[in-house]
């Protein structure tokens, strides 16, 4: 994908990744809930800060460069490299299939953001191989973003 593409990523069918149902999902709070709406209709969101245009996630009340309170939702492209990773081996309980990928991606707007690698083989992961992001229904109310390879085009 180009970096003027506007295209969203798709939901990918949870059924493409090794896992067991019954992990423990994200309970959405007032301060996140534009998140979580946000990757259920398949849009990335993250806030930044109208005063010093810093890039905030986890969702907070204030920006943590300046204090200011001129924190707003917007949209992500998706795209990214893997900061840093880890293989999981040992399961914290037996809802979780391994081995699994745990990254944290590095986002083209500047900021990280812990998740899954998915639909690549662990031993293929890298620091700075290109990702995106892809999104898996969980429940009604959960959908959660996690990344894959980028795909060339």
């Not at 295209?7 to 999902?25: D, H, V, Y």
């Not at 005063?51 to 924190?71: E, H, K, R, T």
Request: proline content about 11%; glycine content about 8%; overall charge neutral.
């Amino acid at each position: 994908m180009s970096g003027a593409s506007k295209t969203r990523p798709r939901s990918e069918p949870a059924g493409e990744r090794n896992r067991s149902a019954g992990i423990p999902l994200p309970r959405p709070t007032a301060l996140s809930r534009p998140h979580w709406d946000g990757c259920r209709e398949g849009v990335l969101r993250f806030q930044r800060c109208r005063d010093c245009g810093a890039a905030v996630f986890i969702p907070q009340p204030v920006c943590p460069g300046c204090f200011g309170d001129g924190l707003r939702w917007v949209e992500s492209s998706g795209r990214g490299t893997v900061y840093s990773y880890t293989v999981v081996h040992r399961p914290p309980s037996p809802a979780f299939a391994v081995p699994y990928v745990v990254v944290i991606a590095e986002l083209e707007e500047g900021w990280h953001m812990l998740s899954n690698l998915v639909a690549c083989d662990p031993a293929d992961v890298s620091v700075d191989m290109p990702i995106e992001v892809v999104f898996e229904r969980e429940s009604a109310e959960i959908t959660l973003p996690r990344f894959r390879p980028a795909r060339s085009g």
